[in-house]
């Protein structure tokens, strides 16, 4: 039987940064609902959209949120980061200052977020292929010196959408699955890198955890 949306294992919030622009809405739009807005504007303050998807057997919903890249919207900083476990660093592969910005959001996220949370470089707009300004490697080479993973998306077309979340909630499932597994769900779980990173179960695997631990 078909789980219903208020069904799940697992809560991961993951968040979308990188300049105004380059696309995070109608990542957001195309992942959440399968839709592009070819007249979307400039976000203003902050929206997020749910998905659950399964991942090696459990139902992972992710809470996706989306704010603008502008500065004069930095005000909401600390409410935007907190409890993010993954994140995406998306730029414009036909505009190169949106590649150069990518040192400055990475910084921005070890100011505010969780030392050991999961980011993917994203470079969107692969459909313009015509008007690349960044070469695919050097998106490749920024991810390695940086040590990010790293894809091309379209939110027009849908290219690797799909792929480059559902890879950010892999590896963090990955990274708090063996806690999870021989700790108490609703505690901490324990990056094996060492800092403690949040996950949030949902009632449905808490209810079950208890039922396990009586019987």
């Known amino acids: 039987m078909a789980r219903n949306e208020d069904e799940y294992d697992y809560l991961f919030k993951i968040v979308l940064i990188g300049d105004s622009g380059v696309g995070k809405s109608n990542l957001l739009l195309r992942f959440t609902r399968n839709e592009v ?10 929206e997020f959209a749910t998905r659950s998807v ?3 057997g459990k ?3 992710a809470q996706i949120w989306d704010t603008a890249g ?4 930095r005000a909401i900083t600390s409410a935007y980061y ?3 476990v993954g994140a995406l660093l998306v730029y414009d592969i036909t505009k190169e200052n ?30 313009l292929k015509n008007e690349r300004e960044v070469s695919i490697q050097q998106g490749t080479e920024a991810a390695t010196k940086f040590g ?5 998306t379209s ?10 979340f559902k890879q950010v909630l892999e590896q963090i499932h990955n990274i708090t699955t063996s806690n999870v597994v021989h700790g108490s769900i609703g505690e901490q779980a324990s990056d094996p890198r060492g800092e403690p990173i949040k996950l949030e179960p949902s009632a449905t695997s808490a209810k079950n955890a208890r039922a396990a631990k009586c019987c």
């Open 98 to 127: 949106t590649f150069e910005s990518v040192p400055r959001w990475l910084k921005e996220l070890k100011d505010h977020a969780d030392s050991k949370i999961v980011v993917m470089l994203v470079g969107n707009k692969c459909d």
């Open 82 to 84: 907190r409890g993010a």
């Open 70 to 73: 502008q500065e004069r919207y």
């Open 59 to 61: 139902t992972i919903k």
């Open 155 to 164: 939110a027009l077309d849908a290219t690797n959408v799909d792929e480059s």
């Open 37 to 46: 807005d070819l007249n979307s504007k400039t976000t203003i303050g902050v």
């Open 54 to 56: 399964p991942i090696q």
């Open 148 to 152: 990010l993973s790293f894809l091309e």
